[in-house]
């Protein structure tokens, strides 16, 4: 008996904790404007939204040389190796990119534009120098600095309307300095697809989300 309540128990903590977590999530996105409904599916939209990738544009890659066994007695150099060749798939994330963005332009009409700007720019500069593209991964990003660093700004910017211009200047700041201009780079690895605030994103842009909405609810 003890064994079954003990492992009962294993099983209901990590349960408590995510409904504790979706619970304080949503809450918090209704302090930034939305219903409790709207802040309901912005959450499960943006982690369902997660897994998913719409194609952008498809381009061929050179793998190098196909290297293949000759059976000539020739050379094997003046024989034509064809290159390796595979396809690149740019894509936009769904819940990493194209909802944050939807959900900023949303608050942006909301907000005043200039400390949304200057915010976006700065955090624009902190993600590009924060991110760092690894061949196999995509973008490597500390996923706590960007929504820290977005607060911080933010509070101090635009105190009146700090939640969201740290949800605004922190989404479109991460995409554009982590992402887009890391674009070049990521295109010279051998990696079948490149996922616009996809992994190596996705955890920032939800964490910023998660800490601007927290603001909302201390100083809204």
């Known amino acids: 008996m003890p064994l079954i309540w003990l492992f009962l128990l294993v099983l209901l903590i990590p349960m408590l904790f995510i409904f504790l977590f979706v619970q304080v999530t949503t809450l918090s996105f209704t302090a930034l404007g939305l219903t409790p409904l709207g802040a309901t599916l912005l959450f499960t939209i943006s ?100 929504p820290l660093i977005a607060a911080l700004v933010a509070l101090i910017i635009a105190r009146d309307h700090a939640a969201p211009v740290a949800y605004i200047s922190g989404v479109l700041g991460t995409l554009i300095g982590a992402d887009l201009l890391n674009l070049p780079r990521l295109k010279r690895f051998q990696t079948q ?7 190596g994103v996705f955890d920032g842009i939800f964490m910023i989300s998660l800490t601007a909405a927290i603001l909302a609810l201390i100083f809204g």
Request: proline share 10%.
């Open 193 to 199: 697809m490149i996922s616009i605030g996809g992994a």
């Open 47 to 146: 982690v369902i939204g997660s897994m998913i990738n719409i194609p952008l544009s498809i381009r061929e890659i050179d793998q190098g040389p196909l290297r293949r066994r000759s059976e000539s007695l020739f050379p094997y150099f003046i024989y034509y190796y064809p290159p390796k060749v595979e396809r690149q798939i740019i894509a936009v994330n769904v819940g990493g990119a194209l909802v944050p963005v939807a959900f900023s332009i949303y608050l942006l009409m909301r907000t005043p534009f200039l400390p949304a700007l200057v915010a976006t720019v700065i955090m624009t500069i902190v993600a590009k120098a924060l991110a760092r593209p690894v061949e196999g991964v995509g973008i490597a990003l500390p996923a706590f600095i960007p």
